[in-house]
């Protein structure tokens, strides 16, 4: 793949603690050049996004409960808000897995209920449920929670997690073609990117995207 | 050695349990160790607040939430909403991570701003703002306890512990040294043993955010006793 084929299967952005809006505008800057899919920030750079991306035709996601899904679904819910007067065209929300983890599978599924209805389709839930701490059981009763709860849309990992291609074939082993995979973690070079494809991924998540592209044929 | 008498009080130890994996066993097993070792509070993510609420009824151990966790790269309305939210729920303490790249980057009248609103929206309680002063230079540390201390919040705090490295002894001295007597301070991240949370004491730390209270408790009496020993000899 040359860098606009791979550019087209990337999700990028830059999301932390420590970035400021110097950094936003400069990462953008060179992120604008290609044709990535989507573009993610945190809620605190939201609006200067949405400016930013104007010129583009990349999608403004919007990072909700980000990175530790600690925040209560009001909090969630009080984000998604947000991102909806903003006009972002999607979140990445972080599940609550302190719930997955302790097996109450009720309040994730009603926490997602609440979500993909205050979305209301005006903004695509993509759910974090953070593979690299759950059990095989838990990631699949989670993938089945989600189908449940309308989501259809799952994003491997977040905040230090390595994506590994083997999650991305069991989710497209048990579920065929109902999620959009979006592979996240630690994704740093082209051969991770191949064989996360490969491995049935529908899209890429690196902040690094830029250096990836640069190790890629023009 | 009168030294091993300038004590932690466990009064003084925010029991803490944010990782992601934490079950809701593990939340009452903090409550329960909170109560037991007498600490002054725990310290979870909101989702656990009414957990924790029911857990500690009547214990008289505070319940602090931490807001706008991890990056701080939230909207002031939107922390202020997570901080009001989680008081409904039973948080006594409100510790926010501050909007660290609005600082850094030079945009300090927002960070102020957000310290207020933070003040307001706590309506009274503790508040304690998480600077994360590993990524930060001496200059933003120094300013941003100036801002503390303007907007009469109650604690700065070191570190919200997920970034790289947590308190450090000296962050801890020269934010007292800026705070004097206007702002206390809490030393939180990579506390682990008694020794370095003597030494966070020791330096001007009024509070300490640890996953590690039971041991230091442990090890604190352990060293009460010894002392003790030597004295009736």
């Known amino acids: 793949m040359n860098r606009i084929e791979l550019a087209e299967r990337i999700k990028t952005g830059i999301l932390g603690i420590d970035v400021t809006e110097q950094d936003v505008r400069s990462h953008f800057a060179t992120a604008k050049t290609y044709p990535f899919i989507a573009y993610a920030v945190d809620l605190s750079y939201l609006r200067l996004a949405k400016e ?13 409960s980000y990175p530790f899904g600690g925040m209560t679904l009001a909090t969630k819910l009080d984000q998604i ?3 909806l007067s903003v006009e972002a065209e999607e979140i990445n929300a972080t599940l609550n897995l302190n719930a997955i983890k302790s097996g109450d599978y009720d309040t994730v599924s009603s926490e997602l209920r609440a979500m993909v209805e205050v979305a209301n389709g005006a903004i695509d839930v993509i759910v974090i449920p953070q593979f690299e701490i759950l059990t095989t059981f838990e990631k699949l009763k989670t993938c089945e929670t989600l189908l449940e709860a309308g989501v259809c849309a799952v994003k491997t990992d977040g905040h230090g997690g390595l994506c590994q291609p083997e999650d991305v074939r069991l989710v497209r082993r048990v579920f065929g073609d109902a999620f959009s995979i979006e592979a996240s973690g630690g994704i ?3 051969a991770q990117v191949q ?3 490969d491995a049935g991924a529908s899209f890429i998540h690196t902040s690094t995207a830029l250096d990836l592209l640069r190790g890629a044929d023009a | 050695m009168t030294d091993s008498r300038r004590v932690v009080h466990l009064k003084q130890i925010d029991h803490t349990e944010l990782r992601t994996l934490a079950t809701y066993d593990d939340i009452r097993r903090l409550c329960f160790e909170a109560v037991h070792c007498g600490f002054g509070a725990v310290a979870l993510h909101p989702i656990h607040c009414e957990r924790a609420a029911e857990h500690l009824r009547g214990s008289g151990v505070g319940i602090v939430a931490v807001v706008g966790f991890s990056t701080g790269a939230f909207s002031i309305e939107g922390k202020a909403f997570e901080a009001r939210d989680a008081i409904e729920r039973g948080a006594t303490e409100i510790d926010f991570v501050i909007n660290v790249g609005a600082l850094r980057g030079g945009r300090h009248q927002l960070v102020l701003e957000e310290m207020r609103a933070l003040r307001e929206a706590a309506q009274g309680h503790t508040v304690k703002a998480i600077l994360e002063t590993n990524v930060l230079t001496d200059e933003e540390k120094r300013l941003a306890c100036e801002l503390a201390i303007d907007t009469g919040l109650d604690y700065v705090e070191t570190s919200a512990g997920f970034a790289s490295g947590g308190a450090t002894v000296e962050d801890v001295r020269l934010m007292k040294e800026i705070a004097g007597d206007a702002v206390k301070v809490k030393a939180s991240g990579g506390i682990r043993d008694a020794q370095t949370a003597l030494a966070m004491i020791e330096v001007g730390a009024s509070r300490l955010g640890t996953t590690a ?3 230091i408790a442990q090890t604190l009496a352990s060293m009460s006793n010894d002392l003790d020993r030597e004295e009736t000899k």
């Open chain 1, 195 to 197: 064989e996360l494809l």
């Open chain 2, 213 to 215: 209270g039971v041991q």
């Open chain 1, 81 to 83: 808000r947000f991102a």
């Open chain 1, 52 to 64: 930013l991306l104007r010129e583009t035709d990349m999608l403004l996601t919007a990072a909700v």
């Open chain 1, 188 to 190: 740093r070079t082209i």
